[in-house]
Protein backbone atom coordinates (compact mmCIF):
# COMPACT_ATOMS: atom_id res chain seq x y z
CA UNK A 1 0.00 0.00 0.00
CA UNK A 2 1.31 3.74 -0.84
CA UNK A 3 0.11 6.22 1.86
CA UNK A 4 -1.10 9.95 0.46
CA UNK A 5 2.21 11.35 0.90
CA UNK A 6 3.63 9.17 -1.13
CA UNK A 7 1.40 10.29 -4.14
CA UNK A 8 3.33 13.12 -5.69
CA UNK A 9 0.56 15.30 -7.00
CA UNK A 10 2.25 18.75 -6.55
CA UNK A 11 1.19 20.70 -9.45
CA UNK A 12 4.10 23.38 -8.20
CA UNK A 13 6.08 21.23 -9.80
CA UNK A 14 5.98 22.17 -13.49
CA UNK A 15 9.55 21.21 -14.41
CA UNK A 16 8.99 17.19 -12.81
CA UNK A 17 8.34 14.77 -15.13
CA UNK A 18 6.57 11.74 -14.13
CA UNK A 19 8.73 8.89 -15.49
CA UNK A 20 12.54 9.62 -15.90
CA UNK A 21 13.94 6.83 -18.36
CA UNK A 22 17.39 5.70 -18.49
CA UNK A 23 18.07 3.51 -21.75
CA UNK A 24 16.86 3.89 -25.36
CA UNK A 25 16.52 0.09 -26.31
CA UNK A 26 13.40 -1.73 -26.80
CA UNK A 27 12.49 -1.84 -22.94
CA UNK A 28 12.89 2.07 -22.44
CA UNK A 29 11.47 2.99 -25.97
CA UNK A 30 8.45 0.81 -25.06
CA UNK A 31 7.77 2.06 -21.68
CA UNK A 32 8.10 5.90 -23.05
CA UNK A 33 6.09 4.99 -26.19
CA UNK A 34 3.44 3.61 -23.52
CA UNK A 35 3.42 6.01 -20.30
CA UNK A 36 3.38 8.98 -22.79
CA UNK A 37 0.41 7.56 -24.31
CA UNK A 38 -1.50 6.96 -21.40
CA UNK A 39 -0.43 10.79 -20.51
CA UNK A 40 2.04 10.88 -18.09
CA UNK A 41 4.97 13.29 -18.96
CA UNK A 42 8.27 11.08 -20.04
CA UNK A 43 11.92 11.87 -20.80
CA UNK A 44 14.33 9.33 -22.06
CA UNK A 45 17.93 9.22 -21.92
CA UNK A 46 20.08 7.03 -24.56
CA UNK A 47 23.67 7.72 -24.02
CA UNK A 48 23.99 5.76 -27.61
CA UNK A 49 22.22 6.00 -30.28
CA UNK A 50 18.50 4.09 -30.27
CA UNK A 51 18.95 0.82 -29.98
CA UNK A 52 22.73 0.88 -30.07
CA UNK A 53 22.82 -2.66 -28.17
CA UNK A 54 20.70 -5.39 -27.09
CA UNK A 55 18.30 -4.37 -29.14
CA UNK A 56 20.15 -4.32 -32.44
CA UNK A 57 22.09 -6.77 -31.83
CA UNK A 58 19.19 -9.93 -31.60
CA UNK A 59 18.02 -12.64 -34.01
CA UNK A 60 15.21 -10.09 -34.92
CA UNK A 61 12.68 -13.12 -34.13
CA UNK A 62 9.45 -12.34 -32.67
CA UNK A 63 8.73 -15.69 -31.45
CA UNK A 64 7.21 -18.49 -29.15
CA UNK A 65 10.62 -19.96 -28.59
CA UNK A 66 10.29 -23.78 -28.71
CA UNK A 67 13.41 -24.31 -26.62
CA UNK A 68 11.39 -22.09 -23.44
CA UNK A 69 9.16 -25.57 -23.15
CA UNK A 70 11.70 -27.70 -22.83
CA UNK A 71 13.19 -25.63 -19.96
CA UNK A 72 9.32 -25.00 -18.43
CA UNK A 73 9.22 -21.69 -18.50
CA UNK A 74 5.60 -21.76 -19.57
CA UNK A 75 4.72 -17.86 -18.72
CA UNK A 76 7.37 -16.30 -20.46
CA UNK A 77 6.20 -18.95 -23.66
CA UNK A 78 2.40 -18.16 -23.64
CA UNK A 79 3.10 -14.59 -23.46
CA UNK A 80 5.56 -14.79 -26.45
CA UNK A 81 3.07 -16.47 -28.43
CA UNK A 82 0.00 -13.95 -27.86
CA UNK A 83 2.91 -11.35 -28.44
CA UNK A 84 3.51 -12.34 -31.80
CA UNK A 85 -0.16 -12.07 -33.21
CA UNK A 86 -0.56 -8.73 -31.36
CA UNK A 87 3.07 -7.21 -32.70
CA UNK A 88 1.88 -8.04 -35.88
CA UNK A 89 -0.99 -6.17 -35.64
CA UNK A 90 0.99 -2.90 -33.94
CA UNK A 91 3.71 -3.01 -36.49
CA UNK A 92 2.56 -5.36 -40.29
CA UNK A 93 5.52 -2.86 -41.93
CA UNK A 94 8.74 -4.00 -39.58
CA UNK A 95 7.07 -7.42 -38.63
CA UNK A 96 6.36 -10.32 -40.99
CA UNK A 97 5.03 -14.14 -40.54
CA UNK A 98 8.32 -16.11 -41.20
CA UNK A 99 8.00 -20.05 -41.88
CA UNK A 100 10.47 -22.14 -40.18
CA UNK A 101 11.50 -25.69 -41.13
CA UNK A 102 12.71 -27.88 -38.30
CA UNK A 103 14.74 -30.64 -39.96
CA UNK A 104 13.99 -33.91 -37.68
CA UNK A 105 17.33 -35.49 -36.74
CA UNK A 106 15.85 -38.74 -34.69
CA UNK A 107 19.31 -39.19 -32.54
CA UNK A 108 18.66 -35.47 -31.13
CA UNK A 109 14.76 -35.24 -30.43
CA UNK A 110 12.57 -37.80 -31.07
CA UNK A 111 9.23 -37.29 -33.15
CA UNK A 112 6.64 -36.96 -30.71
CA UNK A 113 8.64 -34.30 -28.63
CA UNK A 114 8.80 -31.88 -31.45
CA UNK A 115 5.40 -32.84 -32.41
CA UNK A 116 3.89 -32.19 -28.64
CA UNK A 117 6.07 -28.89 -28.85
CA UNK A 118 4.15 -27.68 -31.78
CA UNK A 119 0.68 -28.52 -30.89
CA UNK A 120 1.48 -26.63 -27.54
CA UNK A 121 2.58 -23.98 -30.03
CA UNK A 122 -0.53 -23.92 -32.37
CA UNK A 123 -2.89 -24.18 -29.54
CA UNK A 124 -1.56 -22.24 -26.13
CA UNK A 125 -2.78 -18.87 -27.73
CA UNK A 126 -5.01 -17.87 -29.71
CA UNK A 127 -3.69 -17.72 -33.81
CA UNK A 128 -5.18 -15.33 -36.31
CA UNK A 129 -2.10 -14.59 -39.12
CA UNK A 130 -0.09 -17.79 -38.31
CA UNK A 131 -0.40 -21.02 -40.03
CA UNK A 132 -0.69 -24.02 -37.51
CA UNK A 133 2.50 -26.68 -38.15
CA UNK A 134 2.77 -29.43 -39.81
CA UNK A 135 5.22 -32.50 -40.35
CA UNK A 136 6.66 -32.73 -44.44
CA UNK A 137 8.89 -34.75 -46.40
CA UNK A 138 12.03 -33.19 -47.40
CA UNK A 139 12.20 -33.31 -51.10
CA UNK A 140 14.97 -33.40 -53.31
CA UNK A 141 14.78 -30.81 -55.15
CA UNK A 142 16.12 -27.24 -56.59
CA UNK A 143 14.24 -25.70 -53.67
CA UNK A 144 15.45 -27.46 -50.74
CA UNK A 145 19.07 -26.45 -49.92
CA UNK A 146 19.73 -29.26 -46.81
CA UNK A 147 21.46 -32.92 -47.78
CA UNK A 148 19.55 -35.57 -48.99
CA UNK A 149 20.07 -37.65 -45.93
CA UNK A 150 17.62 -35.35 -44.08
CA UNK A 151 13.93 -37.04 -45.16
CA UNK A 152 11.73 -35.47 -42.66
CA UNK A 153 11.14 -31.79 -41.18
CA UNK A 154 8.32 -30.10 -39.21
CA UNK A 155 6.98 -26.44 -40.56
CA UNK A 156 6.01 -24.03 -38.07
CA UNK A 157 5.21 -20.22 -38.03
CA UNK A 158 7.27 -16.94 -36.11
CA UNK A 159 7.56 -13.66 -37.09
CA UNK A 160 10.91 -11.99 -38.31
CA UNK A 161 11.23 -8.05 -37.21
CA UNK A 162 13.44 -5.10 -37.79
CA UNK A 163 14.47 -4.96 -33.93
CA UNK A 164 16.53 -1.12 -34.36
CA UNK A 165 13.11 0.32 -36.18
CA UNK A 166 11.13 -1.69 -33.81
CA UNK A 167 12.94 0.73 -31.53
CA UNK A 168 12.92 4.07 -32.93
CA UNK A 169 9.17 3.29 -34.11
CA UNK A 170 8.14 3.07 -30.32
CA UNK A 171 10.41 6.50 -29.50
CA UNK A 172 8.64 8.29 -32.44
CA UNK A 173 5.09 7.44 -31.00
CA UNK A 174 6.45 8.45 -27.30
CA UNK A 175 7.40 11.97 -29.09
CA UNK A 176 4.10 11.97 -31.56
CA UNK A 177 2.31 11.78 -27.38
CA UNK A 178 4.63 14.29 -26.14
CA UNK A 179 7.89 12.72 -24.32
CA UNK A 180 11.28 14.15 -24.64
CA UNK A 181 13.96 12.07 -26.04
CA UNK A 182 17.21 12.67 -25.52
CA UNK A 183 19.71 10.53 -27.82
CA UNK A 184 23.81 10.82 -26.86
CA UNK A 185 22.62 11.58 -23.55
CA UNK A 186 23.93 9.63 -20.88
CA UNK A 187 22.71 9.42 -17.47
CA UNK A 188 25.76 10.25 -14.80
CA UNK A 189 24.13 10.06 -11.71
CA UNK A 190 20.73 10.16 -9.94
CA UNK A 191 19.89 11.05 -6.15
CA UNK A 192 16.67 10.93 -4.46
CA UNK A 193 16.03 14.24 -2.62
CA UNK A 194 12.58 15.82 -1.04
CA UNK A 195 10.68 12.44 -2.38
CA UNK A 196 11.65 13.37 -5.82
CA UNK A 197 14.86 12.00 -8.52
CA UNK A 198 17.03 14.27 -9.21
CA UNK A 199 19.70 13.28 -12.42
CA UNK A 200 22.61 14.82 -13.89
CA UNK A 201 22.70 14.08 -18.02
CA UNK A 202 25.36 14.27 -19.84
CA UNK A 203 25.71 15.21 -23.57
CA UNK A 204 27.67 12.25 -24.93
CA UNK A 205 29.25 14.76 -27.77
CA UNK A 206 29.75 17.82 -25.99
CA UNK A 207 29.95 16.86 -22.16
CA UNK A 208 27.70 19.68 -20.97
CA UNK A 209 25.63 18.56 -18.04
CA UNK A 210 22.17 19.30 -16.96
CA UNK A 211 19.94 18.32 -14.22
CA UNK A 212 16.42 17.15 -14.42
CA UNK A 213 13.88 15.72 -11.87
CA UNK A 214 11.46 12.88 -11.87
CA UNK A 215 9.15 11.47 -9.78
CA UNK A 216 9.85 8.04 -10.49
CA UNK A 217 13.19 6.44 -12.43
CA UNK A 218 13.09 3.60 -14.67
CA UNK A 219 16.33 1.40 -15.20
CA UNK A 220 15.96 0.35 -18.77
CA UNK A 221 20.24 -0.19 -19.40
CA UNK A 222 19.99 -3.75 -20.71
CA UNK A 223 22.88 -5.22 -19.58
CA UNK A 224 24.09 -2.74 -17.64
CA UNK A 225 21.36 -3.04 -15.27
CA UNK A 226 23.17 -4.04 -12.31
CA UNK A 227 26.29 -1.73 -13.13
CA UNK A 228 24.04 1.58 -13.34
CA UNK A 229 22.66 0.79 -9.91
CA UNK A 230 26.14 0.13 -8.50
CA UNK A 231 27.50 3.01 -10.49
CA UNK A 232 25.38 6.00 -10.78
CA UNK A 233 22.81 5.41 -7.98
CA UNK A 234 25.61 3.90 -5.46
CA UNK A 235 22.98 1.35 -4.57
CA UNK A 236 23.37 -2.09 -4.01
CA UNK A 237 21.46 -4.61 -6.75
CA UNK A 238 18.34 -6.51 -5.71
CA UNK A 239 19.33 -8.58 -8.73
CA UNK A 240 22.48 -10.11 -10.28
CA UNK A 241 22.83 -10.72 -13.68
CA UNK A 242 24.77 -12.85 -15.94
CA UNK A 243 26.07 -11.87 -19.07
CA UNK A 244 25.16 -14.40 -21.88
CA UNK A 245 26.84 -13.57 -25.42
CA UNK A 246 25.66 -14.51 -28.98
CA UNK A 247 26.90 -14.05 -31.92
CA UNK A 248 25.54 -14.02 -35.29
CA UNK A 249 26.42 -13.16 -39.25
CA UNK A 250 25.63 -12.40 -42.86
CA UNK A 251 26.58 -14.22 -45.39
CA UNK A 252 24.95 -13.91 -49.53
CA UNK A 253 21.47 -15.48 -50.34
CA UNK A 254 22.41 -19.51 -49.62
CA UNK A 255 19.03 -20.72 -50.84
CA UNK A 256 15.64 -19.63 -52.94
CA UNK A 257 12.38 -19.61 -51.02
CA UNK A 258 11.56 -17.22 -47.89
CA UNK A 259 11.63 -20.26 -45.26
CA UNK A 260 14.03 -20.07 -42.68
CA UNK A 261 15.27 -22.95 -40.85
CA UNK A 262 15.97 -24.20 -37.28
CA UNK A 263 18.98 -26.36 -37.00
CA UNK A 264 19.39 -28.81 -34.16
CA UNK A 265 23.04 -29.71 -32.74
CA UNK A 266 24.17 -32.24 -30.97
CA UNK A 267 25.16 -29.89 -27.82
CA UNK A 268 21.26 -29.60 -27.63
CA UNK A 269 21.67 -25.89 -28.64
CA UNK A 270 19.50 -24.85 -31.89
CA UNK A 271 20.55 -21.94 -34.84
CA UNK A 272 18.80 -20.02 -36.62
CA UNK A 273 19.38 -19.63 -40.62
CA UNK A 274 16.97 -16.64 -41.77
CA UNK A 275 16.52 -15.07 -45.09
CA UNK A 276 17.66 -11.08 -44.23
CA UNK A 277 16.91 -8.54 -47.01
CA UNK A 278 16.40 -9.39 -50.56
CA UNK A 279 20.24 -10.62 -50.68
CA UNK A 280 21.23 -11.99 -47.54
CA UNK A 281 21.00 -14.87 -45.18
CA UNK A 282 21.09 -14.18 -41.55
CA UNK A 283 22.91 -16.99 -39.25
CA UNK A 284 23.26 -17.04 -35.14
CA UNK A 285 23.00 -17.58 -32.44
CA UNK A 286 25.59 -18.99 -30.15
CA UNK A 287 24.98 -18.69 -26.00
CA UNK A 288 28.44 -18.15 -23.92
CA UNK A 289 29.25 -16.69 -21.14
CA UNK A 290 30.36 -12.91 -21.02
CA UNK A 291 32.52 -11.36 -18.56
CA UNK A 292 33.52 -8.11 -20.03
CA UNK A 293 32.28 -4.82 -21.18
CA UNK A 294 28.94 -5.50 -22.69
CA UNK A 295 29.67 -2.42 -25.59
CA UNK A 296 32.87 -4.33 -26.08
CA UNK A 297 31.72 -7.58 -27.33
CA UNK A 298 32.08 -9.17 -30.41
CA UNK A 299 32.21 -12.49 -32.68
CA UNK A 300 34.79 -14.92 -31.79
CA UNK A 301 36.37 -17.40 -34.04
CA UNK A 302 35.39 -20.34 -31.86
CA UNK A 303 31.57 -19.14 -32.42
CA UNK A 304 32.69 -18.70 -35.63
CA UNK A 305 33.79 -21.96 -36.09
CA UNK A 306 30.57 -23.34 -34.15
CA UNK A 307 27.87 -21.79 -36.37
CA UNK A 308 29.57 -22.71 -39.46
CA UNK A 309 29.76 -26.14 -38.81
CA UNK A 310 26.30 -26.12 -37.54
CA UNK A 311 25.48 -24.84 -40.97
CA UNK A 312 28.19 -27.24 -43.38
CA UNK A 313 26.47 -29.89 -41.46
CA UNK A 314 22.75 -29.59 -42.66
CA UNK A 315 23.55 -27.72 -46.18
CA UNK A 316 24.88 -28.79 -49.20
CA UNK A 317 26.25 -25.84 -49.66
CA UNK A 318 29.42 -25.38 -47.92
CA UNK A 319 30.30 -22.27 -46.67
CA UNK A 320 34.19 -21.16 -45.17
CA UNK A 321 34.82 -18.36 -43.14
CA UNK A 322 35.32 -15.84 -46.55
CA UNK A 323 31.92 -16.17 -46.92
CA UNK A 324 31.00 -13.58 -44.06
CA UNK A 325 30.35 -10.56 -44.82
CA UNK A 326 29.16 -9.49 -41.44
CA UNK A 327 29.15 -10.00 -38.04
CA UNK A 328 27.36 -9.14 -34.54
CA UNK A 329 27.12 -9.70 -31.19
CA UNK A 330 25.07 -8.98 -28.68
CA UNK A 331 24.81 -9.71 -24.45
CA UNK A 332 21.76 -10.53 -22.65
CA UNK A 333 21.11 -10.01 -18.89
CA UNK A 334 20.05 -12.97 -17.32
CA UNK A 335 19.25 -13.01 -13.68
CA UNK A 336 21.47 -15.38 -12.39
CA UNK A 337 19.17 -18.10 -10.39
CA UNK A 338 21.95 -20.35 -9.69
CA UNK A 339 21.56 -22.64 -12.84
CA UNK A 340 24.23 -24.65 -13.64
CA UNK A 341 23.62 -24.55 -17.59
CA UNK A 342 23.41 -21.24 -19.56
CA UNK A 343 20.63 -22.70 -21.32
CA UNK A 344 18.56 -23.56 -18.24
CA UNK A 345 18.58 -19.42 -17.00
CA UNK A 346 15.04 -18.40 -17.69
CA UNK A 347 14.94 -15.73 -20.30
CA UNK A 348 12.00 -14.32 -18.79
CA UNK A 349 12.04 -10.49 -17.08
CA UNK A 350 12.11 -9.43 -13.80
CA UNK A 351 10.97 -5.85 -12.47
CA UNK A 352 12.57 -4.57 -9.21
CA UNK A 353 10.51 -1.82 -7.47
CA UNK A 354 12.78 0.35 -5.44
CA UNK A 355 11.07 2.83 -2.55
CA UNK A 356 12.73 6.04 -1.20
CA UNK A 357 12.25 7.39 2.43
CA UNK A 358 8.16 7.38 3.34
CA UNK A 359 7.55 5.14 -0.28
CA UNK A 360 8.52 7.76 -2.16
CA UNK A 361 10.83 8.12 -5.45
CA UNK A 362 10.49 4.70 -6.73
CA UNK A 363 12.87 3.13 -8.98
CA UNK A 364 12.24 0.28 -11.53
CA UNK A 365 14.16 -1.65 -12.56
CA UNK A 366 14.13 -4.16 -15.57
CA UNK A 367 16.05 -7.43 -15.78
CA UNK A 368 15.82 -9.61 -18.56
CA UNK A 369 13.40 -9.41 -21.49
CA UNK A 370 12.82 -10.00 -24.90
CA UNK A 371 12.33 -7.98 -27.93
CA UNK A 372 9.10 -10.34 -28.06
CA UNK A 373 7.52 -9.41 -24.77
CA UNK A 374 8.52 -5.62 -24.78
CA UNK A 375 4.94 -4.44 -25.11
CA UNK A 376 4.16 -6.58 -22.58
CA UNK A 377 6.70 -5.47 -20.25
CA UNK A 378 5.92 -1.95 -20.62
CA UNK A 379 2.27 -2.67 -19.38
CA UNK A 380 3.28 -4.66 -16.08
CA UNK A 381 5.69 -1.82 -15.31
CA UNK A 382 2.90 0.79 -15.66
CA UNK A 383 0.73 -1.23 -13.47
CA UNK A 384 3.54 -1.20 -11.12
CA UNK A 385 3.49 2.14 -10.77
CA UNK A 386 -0.16 3.23 -11.08
CA UNK A 387 -0.10 3.41 -6.73
CA UNK A 388 2.46 6.04 -7.40
CA UNK A 389 1.00 8.01 -10.77
CA UNK A 390 -2.62 7.22 -9.91
CA UNK A 391 -3.61 9.63 -13.11
CA UNK A 392 -2.13 7.13 -15.83
CA UNK A 393 -4.86 5.87 -18.19
CA UNK A 394 -5.59 2.84 -18.66
CA UNK A 395 -3.62 -0.05 -21.31
CA UNK A 396 -3.76 0.62 -24.48
CA UNK A 397 -0.75 -0.44 -26.36
CA UNK A 398 -2.45 -4.04 -28.13
CA UNK A 399 -4.99 -2.02 -29.83
CA UNK A 400 -3.12 1.14 -31.93
CA UNK A 401 -1.00 0.49 -34.10
CA UNK A 402 2.89 1.98 -33.76
CA UNK A 403 3.94 4.82 -35.62
CA UNK A 404 4.62 3.60 -39.26
CA UNK A 405 1.87 0.65 -38.93
CA UNK A 406 -1.08 2.05 -39.39
CA UNK A 407 -1.59 0.88 -43.40
CA UNK A 408 -5.39 0.76 -42.89
CA UNK A 409 -5.96 -3.00 -41.80
CA UNK A 410 -3.85 -6.01 -40.61
CA UNK A 411 -4.09 -9.54 -41.83
CA UNK A 412 -3.26 -11.88 -44.61
CA UNK A 413 -2.29 -9.66 -47.65
CA UNK A 414 -2.54 -6.17 -46.17
CA UNK A 415 0.83 -4.99 -46.70
CA UNK A 416 1.02 -6.48 -49.78
CA UNK A 417 -2.02 -4.52 -50.90
CA UNK A 418 -0.89 -1.41 -48.93
CA UNK A 419 2.37 -1.54 -51.17
CA UNK A 420 0.45 -1.95 -54.27
CA UNK A 421 -1.29 0.98 -53.64
CA UNK A 422 2.01 3.08 -53.04
CA UNK A 423 2.71 2.33 -56.79
CA UNK A 424 0.17 4.36 -57.87
CA UNK A 425 0.93 7.06 -55.06
CA UNK A 426 4.50 7.30 -56.41
CA UNK A 427 4.39 5.72 -59.77
CA UNK A 428 8.30 7.26 -60.26
CA UNK A 429 9.68 5.67 -57.13
CA UNK A 430 11.75 2.56 -58.55
CA UNK A 431 9.66 -0.68 -57.52
CA UNK A 432 12.94 -2.02 -55.48
CA UNK A 433 13.27 1.63 -54.04
CA UNK A 434 9.55 1.70 -52.54
CA UNK A 435 9.95 -2.07 -51.37
CA UNK A 436 12.69 -0.86 -49.03
CA UNK A 437 11.38 2.29 -47.84
CA UNK A 438 7.70 0.51 -47.18
CA UNK A 439 9.00 -2.01 -44.94
CA UNK A 440 11.35 0.51 -43.35
CA UNK A 441 9.06 3.22 -42.80
CA UNK A 442 5.28 1.87 -43.37
CA UNK A 443 2.44 4.33 -43.33
CA UNK A 444 5.55 7.61 -42.29
CA UNK A 445 6.50 6.83 -45.78
CA UNK A 446 3.98 9.77 -47.24
CA UNK A 447 6.43 11.98 -44.19
CA UNK A 448 9.88 10.57 -46.00
CA UNK A 449 8.80 11.70 -49.66
CA UNK A 450 6.31 14.64 -48.84
CA UNK A 451 6.47 16.72 -51.92
CA UNK A 452 8.15 14.70 -53.89
CA UNK A 453 7.19 14.11 -57.27
CA UNK A 454 10.01 12.32 -59.42
CA UNK A 455 13.61 10.96 -58.72
CA UNK A 456 14.86 14.59 -58.99
CA UNK A 457 13.58 15.65 -56.16
CA UNK A 458 15.20 12.67 -53.95
CA UNK A 459 18.60 14.61 -54.48
CA UNK A 460 22.03 13.30 -53.82
CA UNK A 461 22.53 9.41 -54.05
CA UNK A 462 25.03 8.20 -51.69
CA UNK A 463 24.70 4.25 -52.58
CA UNK A 464 22.61 1.41 -52.62
CA UNK A 465 19.40 3.66 -53.73
CA UNK A 466 20.48 5.58 -50.93
CA UNK A 467 18.97 9.17 -50.85
CA UNK A 468 19.73 13.13 -49.60
CA UNK A 469 16.01 12.92 -48.66
CA UNK A 470 15.73 9.79 -46.75
CA UNK A 471 19.10 10.72 -45.21
CA UNK A 472 17.53 14.17 -44.18
CA UNK A 473 14.78 12.73 -42.50
CA UNK A 474 16.41 10.16 -40.67
CA UNK A 475 18.25 13.03 -38.91
CA UNK A 476 15.46 15.59 -38.50
CA UNK A 477 12.86 12.39 -37.58
CA UNK A 478 14.76 9.47 -36.57
CA UNK A 479 17.68 10.61 -34.03
CA UNK A 480 20.65 9.68 -36.52
CA UNK A 481 23.39 11.43 -35.75
CA UNK A 482 26.45 9.44 -38.01
CA UNK A 483 26.38 7.45 -41.10
CA UNK A 484 26.76 4.69 -38.81
CA UNK A 485 23.32 4.54 -37.68
CA UNK A 486 21.87 5.31 -40.70
CA UNK A 487 23.31 2.15 -42.53
CA UNK A 488 23.25 -0.36 -39.63
CA UNK A 489 20.30 0.64 -37.17
CA UNK A 490 18.27 2.85 -39.63
CA UNK A 491 19.06 0.37 -42.42
CA UNK A 492 21.26 -2.52 -43.03
CA UNK A 493 22.30 -0.64 -46.20
CA UNK A 494 26.24 -0.79 -45.09
CA UNK A 495 25.70 -4.54 -46.27
CA UNK A 496 26.01 -2.79 -49.87
CA UNK A 497 28.08 0.26 -49.27
CA UNK A 498 32.19 0.69 -50.02
CA UNK A 499 34.22 2.41 -48.15
CA UNK A 500 34.46 5.67 -50.19
CA UNK A 501 30.80 5.80 -50.38
CA UNK A 502 30.59 5.48 -46.36
CA UNK A 503 32.84 8.22 -46.38
CA UNK A 504 31.06 10.13 -48.50
CA UNK A 505 27.72 9.66 -46.19
CA UNK A 506 29.57 10.63 -43.09
CA UNK A 507 31.02 14.00 -44.92
CA UNK A 508 27.69 15.14 -45.59
CA UNK A 509 25.75 13.89 -42.56
CA UNK A 510 28.48 15.83 -40.50
CA UNK A 511 28.13 19.19 -42.33
CA UNK A 512 24.14 18.36 -41.48
CA UNK A 513 24.78 17.96 -37.79
CA UNK A 514 26.86 21.49 -37.99
CA UNK A 515 23.86 23.05 -39.83
CA UNK A 516 21.83 21.44 -36.42
CA UNK A 517 19.61 19.33 -38.63
CA UNK A 518 18.22 17.16 -36.28
CA UNK A 519 15.19 17.88 -34.27
C1 LIG B 1 22.26 -12.56 -29.21
C2 LIG B 1 20.87 -12.19 -28.80
C3 LIG B 1 19.80 -12.57 -29.58
C4 LIG B 1 18.51 -12.22 -29.20
N1 LIG B 1 17.48 -12.56 -30.01
C5 LIG B 1 16.22 -12.21 -29.68
C6 LIG B 1 15.14 -12.49 -30.56
O1 LIG B 1 15.32 -13.00 -31.68
N2 LIG B 1 13.90 -12.16 -30.15
C7 LIG B 1 13.67 -11.57 -28.96
O2 LIG B 1 12.50 -11.34 -28.65
N3 LIG B 1 14.67 -11.24 -28.12
C8 LIG B 1 15.94 -11.54 -28.46
N4 LIG B 1 16.98 -11.21 -27.64
C9 LIG B 1 16.70 -10.46 -26.41
C10 LIG B 1 16.53 -8.97 -26.72
O3 LIG B 1 17.43 -8.56 -27.72
C11 LIG B 1 16.77 -8.14 -25.46
O4 LIG B 1 15.99 -8.65 -24.42
C12 LIG B 1 16.37 -6.69 -25.63
O5 LIG B 1 16.96 -6.14 -26.78
C13 LIG B 1 16.80 -5.92 -24.39
O6 LIG B 1 16.43 -4.58 -24.57
P1 LIG B 1 16.77 -3.51 -23.46
O7 LIG B 1 16.07 -2.27 -23.86
O8 LIG B 1 16.49 -4.06 -22.12
O9 LIG B 1 18.36 -3.36 -23.52
P2 LIG B 1 19.30 -2.64 -24.59
O10 LIG B 1 18.79 -2.75 -25.97
O11 LIG B 1 20.68 -3.12 -24.35
O12 LIG B 1 19.18 -1.11 -24.19
C14 LIG B 1 19.77 -0.58 -23.04
C15 LIG B 1 20.27 0.81 -23.40
O13 LIG B 1 20.65 1.51 -22.23
C16 LIG B 1 21.66 2.41 -22.59
N5 LIG B 1 22.35 2.86 -21.38
C17 LIG B 1 23.07 2.11 -20.52
N6 LIG B 1 23.52 2.88 -19.51
C18 LIG B 1 23.09 4.13 -19.74
C19 LIG B 1 23.22 5.38 -19.05
N7 LIG B 1 23.93 5.48 -17.92
N8 LIG B 1 22.64 6.49 -19.57
C20 LIG B 1 21.93 6.41 -20.73
N9 LIG B 1 21.77 5.27 -21.42
C21 LIG B 1 22.33 4.14 -20.93
C22 LIG B 1 22.53 1.60 -23.53
O14 LIG B 1 23.31 2.44 -24.37
C23 LIG B 1 21.50 0.79 -24.30
O15 LIG B 1 21.18 1.35 -25.57
C24 LIG B 1 18.28 -11.51 -28.00
C25 LIG B 1 19.37 -11.11 -27.22
C26 LIG B 1 20.66 -11.44 -27.62
C27 LIG B 1 21.82 -10.98 -26.81
Not at 20 to 47: K, M, P, T, W
Not at 109 to 117: D, E, K, Y
Not at 322 to 344: F, H, M, Q, T
Request: aromatic share 10%; proline share 4%; hydrophobic share 40%.
Amino acid sequence: MVNDEAMINDESMSDVVDLLIVGGGINGAGIAADASGRGLSVLLCERGDLASATSSDSSKLIHGGLRYLEHWHFRLFHEALVEREVLLRKAPHLIQPQPFILPHRPHLRPRWLIRTGLFLYDHLAKRGQLPASKGLPLLANANNPLKNTLKYGFQYFDCKVDDARLVVANAQQARQQGATILTRTACQSAVRQDGLWHVELEDSCTGHCQQYRGKVLINATGPWAQSFIEGPLKQESPQHIRLVKGSHFIVKRMYPGQQAYLLQNDDDRVVFVVPFGADFTLVGTTDTEYSGDPAAVEMDHEEEAYLLQALNAYFTRQLEREDILWRYAGVRPLCDDDSAKLSDISRDYILELGLGDGGRAPLLSIFGGKITTYRKLAETALAQLKPFLPQMGDDWTAQVPLSGGDIGGYGDGAYEQWLRFQTHNYPWLPKTLLARLGRAYGAQLHEVLRGATAMVDMGLCFGADLYQREVEYLLAKEWARSGEDILWRRSKLGLYFTPAQVDRLEAFVGALNQSGAQD
